[in-house]
């Protein structure tokens, strides 16, 4: 308990002097106010009590609309610390109204620390557009963008619980309890945790101190630097050039001296994620340890920051009448650069490359000097160093990768109704298969007895094995990320492989008047007591074997403005059926990845709106389509067209809703692009659309 309250009091302090050094300095008002709600949560916490302290901030905030934002950040740092997991849901729902209702000034500094606290996450970018927003007092677009930017995390945006900021305060709580060498970030530890809260744990770690063992020194330096190979000379079968003479015995020891003069047995500990490079396969390293510039252990950008900086010059070798090195451009750094690599050489092919290309540099020289090369090579290796670490993202999850992944696609057409307002069409594909053969085939339950080839050939495989079931969500959100709109169904799913149809699809219809923020989501679930449990431990429902989200913004809504001609989005499908179900929006399979099969005919859904009414009180327009093939370099062939048709209509009402097939079935597989023009006969207006869509064979 002590040592609990202790950390939490030095994390406290930490954050309170990150606020002063802002430039916030104010007047705690909590000493005249010791019954406040955060102060008697503090207390309890302190005498032990923690479930009262957790109930008595729940109750503050259920029953206040403004609150202290303090205690919403305080609730999920002891909920993650302690591993309460049935809070969770009530920790998330806590953290965000802490950052949207907190009133008063120590509301504005709990925010401000969390901005702090943050930074080890969010790029460079919104962490400076946070801080401006902070400086300006502009609290509602800086704490609606904070919040934006966790749902925008979240993996199951259909929840409640937002797992991706439970694991980023997990990761906080074990940082604050491992990286404890110094305290010089916000979380209270050293600059290792900076890097855990980003990824987590790192894949190898190596860690201890660069030694000089006494009685390989002299040896190391003769092989390495006095008897070093000069090209330009032939050599004797001793190695050594006729015109190098052998370094004088009294030269050999004041070398040594120079560098144990510099050397300051730094302790280091490397860092190595393999698999965390977007566009590359190398690994990306972070190097901590004793920096030889302010003698503390942080995160360094090269082996070269444990070397001290006077050591990067030959004044040294001047002062102890040594000219060769001098004349050599040999440096005190030269020489602990080459000892130190060699090292570290067996850590990590990273630093033997580097301990090989500064031998050749040395080697390539000659006798000539070169003054800058131990500098040079410093700044090399710094920029090798930051060219790995700019591959990697700005933070990944590790617990998304211990559920499977489904796949989710979302596709979205814009129409106006017949009263001119604005909707929007989704559909959700998504793809089941392998997760649900994943849990199937650890599963032992009585669903055992039924045969893969069954499934396979099952419509549902929910009639099959009805514990399990597939969720599809979509969540609409306003400017302050509150969701305003939310549709769930549980849409049947088969295994069958077939790249025209989605293994489940669900589409949803709703108003669109902006450009909404919105996420869709796909969760599989299983929720039979006696299969086996997940394989890993996380913080999603037991009952979860798969899922995938993704966030997306909404495109513009469609013109209603009723004088101006407007043509909806372009539906592609394939078979045209006579249908008399009333919830089928399309009388064909929608395409929405826009793939055709082969001698399909081609099937177009087309909405035209505020068409001219001419005096007769009909109108007339004109529609051109065309079908253009597109090379292998993705160009459009337009003196190629493998179809054009122009239809000339006449209609009682201002609008076309209509589905046409056109005829494809000779088209050789491959990609083309339709292009769709309609002319307005009464106004001369024009709409146009295109898309492309591929045959595949």
């Given at each position: 308990m002590?040592?609990a ?6 994390y ?12 916030i ?11 406040s ?11 032990g009590?923690v479930?009262?302290?957790l ?7 259920s ?5 202290d ?10 909920i ?6 049935d ?13 949207m ?7 504005r ?10 930074k ?7 962490y400076?557009q946070w801080t ?6 502009n609290?509602?677009?800086?704490r ?12 199951t945006p ?6 991706r900021?439970i694991?980023?305060w ?9 990286f404890t060498?110094?305290?010089s970030t916000?979380?209270g530890?050293?600059e290792?945790?900076?890097i ?5 744990e790192?894949d ?5 101190l660069?030694?000089?063992?006494e ?15 000069n ?5 004797t079968e ?5 015109n190098?003479?052998e370094m ?17 047995y730094?302790?280091?500990e490397?860092?190595f994620?393999?698999?965390i490079a977007?566009e590359?396969n190398?690994p990306?390293?972070f190097?901590?340890?004793?920096n030889a510039r302010t003698?503390?252990f ?8 444990f ?14 009448d ?14 602990l650069?080459?000892?130190y690599?060699?090292?570290?050489s ?6 033997e ?8 540099d040395i080697?390539?020289?000659g ?25 990697a ?9 211990h559920v ?7 596709y979205q057409y ?9 909707y ?11 997760a649900f ?6 599963s ?21 094995l ?13 400017d ?5 709109d939310?549709?769930?169904?549980d849409p ?10 989605p ?7 709703s108003?669109h008047?902006?450009?909404?923020q919105q ?7 299983n ?9 890993w ?6 009952s979860t ?20 001609l407007?043509m909806?989005?372009l539906?592609l499908?394939?078979g045209?059926?006579e ?6 929006l399309?009388?064909?399979n929608?395409a ?12 177009l ?18 529609l051109?389509y065309?079908i ?5 370099r ?11 048709l122009?239809l000339?209509f ?19 597989p491959?990609?083309y ?14 709409q146009?659309?295109n898309t492309r869509?591929e045959?595949?064979d």
């Amino acid at each position: 308990m002590h040592k609990a309250f202790y950390m939490n009091f030095q994390y406290t302090m930490t954050s309170l002097l990150v606020a002063l050094m802002a430039g916030i300095f104010f007047v705690d008002e909590s000493p005249a106010q010791p019954s406040s709600p955060y102060h008697q949560g503090l207390e309890q916490l302190y005498r032990g009590q923690v479930e009262e302290a957790l109930d008595t901030w729940e109750t503050n905030y259920s029953e206040e609309s403004r609150v202290d934002a303090r205690i919403g950040f305080e609730y999920i740092r002891i909920i993650t610390e302690r591993e309460f997991n049935d809070r969770f849901e009530t920790a998330t729902e806590m953290y965000y109204k802490a950052l949207m209702n907190g009133s008063g000034t120590n509301s504005r500094i709990a925010v401000r620390q969390e901005i702090e606290r943050l930074k080890a996450i969010v790029g460079d970018g919104i962490y400076r557009q946070w801080t401006e927003w902070w400086e300006q007092e502009n609290s509602r677009q800086l704490r609606s963008d904070i919040r934006g930017f966790w749902i925008q995390l979240d993996p199951t945006p259909a929840r409640t619980v937002n797992e991706r900021l439970i694991e980023h305060w997990q990761r906080i709580a074990v940082a604050r309890e491992r990286f404890t060498k110094n305290s010089s970030t916000i979380f209270g530890t050293d600059e290792r945790a900076m890097i855990f809260v980003r990824y987590g744990e790192p894949d190898r770690v190596q860690n201890g101190l660069i030694t000089l063992q006494e009685l390989d020194v002299k040896p190391w330096l003769q092989r390495q630097i006095i008897r070093r190979d000069n090209r330009r000379s032939d050599h004797t079968e001793t190695g050594r050039s006729e015109n190098e003479p052998e370094m004088p015995q009294i030269q050999e020891e004041s070398l040594e001296f120079v560098i144990y003069d510099y050397h300051r047995y730094p302790e280091f500990e490397v860092w190595f994620y393999d698999e965390i490079a977007v566009e590359s396969n190398e690994p990306v390293p972070f190097l901590f340890g004793t920096n030889a510039r302010t003698d503390q252990f942080e995160l360094v950008s090269s082996v070269e920051d444990f070397i001290p900086e006077t050591a990067f010059n030959t004044s040294v070798f001047e002062d102890r009448d040594m000219a060769t090195f001098t004349r050599a451009g040999i440096t005190p750094a030269i020489i602990l650069q080459m000892l130190y690599y060699e090292q570290l050489s067996s850590v990590d092919s990273f630093f033997e490359e580097r301990l090989n290309s500064l031998r050749d540099d040395i080697l390539e020289q000659g006798r000539e000097a070169f003054s800058g090369l131990d500098l040079q090579f410093r700044d090399e290796s710094a920029s090798l160093v930051r060219q790995r670490v700019s591959a990697a993202p700005r933070q990944i999850s590790t617990i998304e990768s211990h559920v499977p992944a489904i796949p989710l696609d979302v596709y979205q057409y814009r129409f106006l109704d017949e009263e001119q307002n604005p909707y929007i069409v989704t559909f959700l594909e998504s793809n089941p298969r392998e997760a649900f053969m994943i849990d199937f085939t650890r599963s032992e339950s009585p669903g055992r007895d039924i045969s893969t080839e069954e499934l396979r050939n099952a419509g549902n495989v929910s009639s099959l094995l009805p514990d399990y079931s597939l969720l599809h969500s979509l969540q609409k959100y306003d400017d302050s990320w509150d969701v305003i709109d939310r549709s769930t169904e549980d849409p049947s799913f088969t295994l069958e492989r077939n790249p025209f149809r989605p293994g489940a699809l669900t589409v949803f219809r709703s108003a669109h008047n902006s450009r909404a923020q919105q996420s869709a989501s796909v969760e599989l679930e299983n929720m039979n007591e006696d299969s086996a449990p997940p394989a890993w431990e996380t913080p999603y429902p037991k009952s979860t074997r798969g899922l995938g989200s993704t966030h997306f913004r909404q495109p513009a809504p469609l013109n209603a403005d009723p004088d101006s001609l407007q043509m909806a989005d372009l539906v592609l499908g394939y078979g045209i059926e006579e249908t008399d179900d009333e919830g089928q929006l399309f009388p064909f399979n929608v395409a929405n990845n826009q793939t055709i099969p082969w001698q399909e005919t081609l099937a177009l859904h087309i909405e035209v709106y505020n068409l001219g009414i001419q005096d007769n009180g009909f109108s007339r327009f004109e529609l051109t389509y065309r079908i253009l093939p597109i090379d292998e370099r993705g160009r459009v062939l337009t003196d190629q067209s493998e179809f054009v048709l122009t239809l000339n209509f006449t209609s009682e009402t201002n609008r076309l809703v209509e589905d046409l097939e056109i005829e494809t079935a000779d088209l050789r597989p491959g990609l083309y692009e339709l292009r769709v023009s309609v002319t307005d006969i009464q106004t001369g207006q024009t709409q146009n659309r295109n898309t492309r869509f591929e045959v595949l064979d």
